[in-house]
């Protein structure tokens, strides 16, 4: 699922500039992940950045119950692609909120999850499903970080933008990523059926499909609409 709300590059502020380099292996060592993951790593990564680091302390916003800092990470790509679950593996080992930058060809792909601590375990994170931002040429014009009350809103307001909803009155993250994951996989039983079809030779069951795919599509539609 991709949104087009976010047209323009973030210029983050110099004064959160961060510049480190990231070892695959220091990741490997704090999220475990298998041996098909690893090789979606050196397939898939050329190098991580941690960009910057957006806390009280570099941007002047006070932090919130839920989020102290939000990390920017840039990822060098191969051939464009990336998995999710390599994002998810550099989650996993950064107990922090992280927006990605993914970076190929001369384009920027911003991509998120809504990454909570797990009630139960304050040491473990709830991790959503990710959405992300279309491609982003980088010679675009480069546009502020949103203007906020606390780092909470600001992490909101990253998401919001990477939403393929939007967002309604009174509702919070937890109630979009609700939404956002219903429509994803509302969306994934469509292509699913849509495959089907191509396939199917009988015509009473190519109607039989048809029916149920539209029904989906009208869900999907609905659920857009909601947001």
């Known amino acids: 699922m991709s949104s087009s709300f976010i047209l323009h590059p973030y210029a983050f502020p110099k004064a959160a500039a961060f510049g480190r380099m990231v070892a695959k292996g220091k990741i ?38 839920g989020v102290k800092e939000i990390q920017i990470f840039s990822v060098s790509l191969k051939n464009g692609d990336l998995s999710h679950e390599v994002l998810q593996t550099v989650d996993k080992a950064i107990p922090s909120p992280i927006l990605f930058e993914l970076l190929f060809n001369g384009r920027t792909r911003y991509v998120g999850a809504y990454k909570r601590p797990n009630e139960a375990d304050k040491s473990k994170w709830i991790i ?10 980088d010679d675009a014009e480069r546009v502020k970080l949103p203007v906020v009350l606390n780092m909470e809103a600001l992490y909101q307001a990253f998401l919001t933008a990477l939403s393929p909803l939007r967002f309604q009155k009174g509702e919070n993250l937890n109630d979009m990523v609700v939404k956002i994951d219903l429509l994803g996989v509302k969306e994934r039983e469509a292509e699913k059926i849509e495959k089907r079809m191509e396939k199917e030779k009988q015509f009473n069951r190519r109607v039989e499909m048809n ?17």
């Open 28 to 65: 490997y060592e704090h999220a475990a992940p298998t041996k098909k993951v690893k090789e979606l790593f050196i397939t898939q990564v050329e190098k991580i950045i941690w960009s910057y680091k957006l806390s009280p302390a570099t941007i002047n916003l006070p932090e919130s119950a």
């Open 128 to 137: 959503s499903s990710y959405f992300q931002s279309a491609w982003i040429d």
């Open 211 to 227: 029916r149920a795919l539209n029904e989906l599509n009208r869900e999907i539609e609905n659920l857009k609409a909601e947001g």
